[in-house]
């Protein structure tokens, strides 16, 4: 799982999320392991997150709207 920095335009995560995808395929090559899940991608970023292959994201605030005090 990752978060990266929040930024106003969503593509500002697309090259943390491309990394983090590298890193996961890299790892999984290196270890011979299957490594299927990827969970990265927020409300804000998660268009972008799946284009970038993540498995799970994360919508609180497109379901419940922004936390009290936020």
Same mark, same amino acid.
């Given at each position: 799982?990752?978060? !990266?920095?929040?930024? !106003?335009?969503? #593509? ?9 995808? =590298?890193?996961?395929?890299?790892? /999984?090559?290196?270890? /011979?392991?299957?490594? !299927? #899940?990827? $969970?990265? %991608?927020? $409300?804000?970023?998660? =268009?972008?997150?799946?284009? =970038?292959? $993540?498995? #799970?994201?994360?919508? %609180?605030? /497109? ?8």
């Amino acid at each position: 799982m990752a978060v !990266p920095p929040l930024t !106003p335009d969503p #593509e500002g995560s697309r090259p943390y999320f491309r990394r983090l995808t =590298e890193i996961r395929d890299r790892l /999984a090559d290196r270890f /011979a392991l299957p490594l !299927p #899940e990827l $969970s990265i %991608g927020m $409300s804000h970023d998660f =268009e972008v997150a799946v284009e =970038e292959g $993540s498995t #799970e994201i994360r919508i %609180g605030t /497109a379901l419940f709207g922004p936390r009290p005090g936020a």
